[in-house]
């Protein structure tokens, strides 16, 4: 199997809270990506790291990527109850457009 | 811009029946690919259009699904017959045709409930 796996599967934490996700893949990679999904809606793409980046910042948003581990987390600083979906990671390998999803983490941010 | 769009978002139909999703990808887009996430599990690639060409089908899981691309913009994916383990949603990207890394848009997805 090529899937990637998350955990925690779900996560609640109350506003104001630091989030982090775990995401485990197999394969090689040539970038992980991060995607939320609001409930009822698509994939909203959140951020991407490149297999030669170690740590990356966007915002409330922090990825690190451990290739030896194959490994990679999530982490959601302040959180707001607008975090409230589920988060999934996606590796791109080489040579490939295609993208290897994670089984998801559903985040609950409680006001 | 418009975004990716799908249609439909929803549909209940019975098994053995047929169904067609649409997806219009945003203009411009040469990549198209479907997804699909079945009883909460992880999201599976389905296949990757390049144009009108199918660049990568490995993720079909087997031939009652068809997906056409005509034209090379929007994209349908029939399902012939459906069965029950074919409930799940169904999610369309696509991105421009570049190299190296190009954001893929996704849209919301057509959730498709075979009873």
């Known amino acids: 199997s090529q899937q990637g796996e998350e955990d925690p599967q779900a996560l609640s934490i109350q506003e104001g809270e630091n989030a982090t996700m775990n995401c485990s893949y197999k394969?090689?990679?040539?970038?992980l990506q991060w995607y939320r999904q609001n409930s009822g809606r698509g994939l909203v793409h959140l951020i991407l790291?490149?297999?030669?980046?170690r740590e990356k910042h966007s915002g409330r948003l922090r990825v690190t990527l451990d290739t030896s581990k194959k490994s990679s987390s999530l982490l959601i600083t302040a959180s707001r109850a607008a975090d409230t979906a589920s988060y999934f990671c996606?590796?791109?390998?080489?040579?490939?457009?295609?993208?290897?999803f994670g089984t998801g983490t559903r985040l609950q941010v409680f006001p | 811009e418009a975004g990716v769009t799908q249609f439909p978002s929803h549909s209940v139909i019975e098994k053995g029946q047929t169904v067609t999703l649409r997806c219009d990808p945003i203009?411009?887009?040469?990549?198209l690919y479907w997804y699909r996430r079945v009883m909460g599990k992880e999201i599976k690639f389905l296949l990757h259009?390049?144009?009108?060409?199918?660049?990568?089908e490995s993720g079909m899981p087997n031939n009652r699904f068809l997906a056409e691309r005509t034209g090379g913009t929007y994209s349908t994916l029939k399902v012939q017959p459906a069965e029950l383990e074919d409930s799940g949603v169904y999610f369309c990207?696509?991105?421009?045709?570049?190299?190296?890394?190009?954001?893929?848009?996704f849209g919301q997805g057509t959730r498709l409930t075979v009873v």
């Open positions: 394969t090689s990679i040539n970038n």
């Open positions: 259009f390049v144009k009108e060409s199918k660049q990568d």
């Open positions: 996606a590796a791109e390998g080489y040579n490939t457009d295609k993208l290897i």
């Open positions: 203009s411009g887009h040469d990549n």
């Open positions: 790291i490149r297999s030669n980046e």
């Open positions: 990207a696509s991105s421009r045709a570049e190299g190296g890394y190009t954001e893929a848009f």
